[in-house]
């Protein structure tokens, strides 16, 4: 088995643009990675109906990249789907985040640490890092923990949300975000289960926290200072979307959805049948995924599209499936591909849904 590693161990100082402390540099194992390619998404790996299309990309090439729970990663190439699971290389049959970044790769983050794919083959990417930093709140993530969630900010420094706390990669370097001596954090936050990651226009970084042992709502990186926000009193934010006019759109846990405006917060909706928002296409719209039934497998509403005006409904009746929506995904073309419950995907072309699942 070949062994890459990344000859880099520069770390480069400055505000966003690094993350210093505990470092380590990426050691990568190769795999071939040759699949056959189906018409549509089809299961291997035994999941069932609980299972779902989790999230989604668009690489440099076009190809779209789906993420699911027990069924590893499918790439599409507009003509069919290519299957690639453990065997391939991923360390997880369950992939919680996708990132295309600037230089062609596509990261995995999955239940069990992280997978890259580098146009050829998927190579894994191994995580065993300590903390550095006295007293650091973040402790040191397990070995391979799980990566719920990640982004590529615009100086390249790729942002890692893991279970055990947020992690940066820069030059082929991993390091513990809050080993950063510079970072000032009053509140002593551990940004452990970020479930989303965004930066804004202005170059600010969003943490969303998710579940227990998360809870420590919208989380605030201005470069220097890490802050906690709680719109709503709400610890538990799920997504978090930017519409054109640079106004934040959070998804919560228990307090419906949220715009940050500047420094205001206004709740937009406390109705559960909206969903969260889950996508804002480059046309401005904003998607909502729904309500999800006490079943957990079907949706009671469809999904919702904002125009800024107005509220669309999309149902059965539009040809659009029962199934809860997880992913939200856009391709060069304009077309909204959404990823279900019980393995469904489906895209929508702005007039009809198709499914391309099996």
Known sequence: MERIRIASLLLVAGLLGSCVGTTK????????????????????????????????????????????????????????????????????????????????????????????????????????????????????????????????????TIWIGTAGGMLCLKHGVLSIFLDDTKVKNPGHLTLKMVEDVHEDGNGILWFASGMPPGEEGLCRFDGTTLTQLKPGGERWIRTITENPEGVLWLGTRHVGTWKLTGSHFSQYSKDAHLGVPRLVDRSGNIWFSGEESENVINSYTGIWRYDGNTLKNYTVKDGMDELFVWCMVEDRSGNIWLGTRNMGLYRFDGKSFKSFSK
């Open 25 to 156: 540099p990426i050691e990568q194992v190769r795999r071939v990675a040759v699949r056959p390619i189906k018409a549509k998404l089809t299961r291997s790996q035994d999941s069932t109906q609980f299972d779902e299309v989790k999230c989604g990309v668009q690489d440099a090439e076009g190809n779209l990249w789906f993420g699911t729970t027990r069924e590893g990663v499918y790439r599409y190439d507009g003509k069919g789907f290519s299957q690639f699971t453990v065997k391939d290389g991923l360390t997880n049959n369950t992939v919680w985040s996708i990132l295309a970044d600037r230089n062609g790769s596509v990261w995995f983050g999955t239940d069990s640490g992280l997978s890259r794919w580098d146009g050829k083959s998927i190579l894994r990417i191994p995580i065993s890092l300590r903390p550095q930093k006295e007293h650091s709140p973040s402790h040191a993530p397990p070995t391979d923990p799980a990566v719920w969630s990640s982004r590529e900010d615009k100086n390249g």
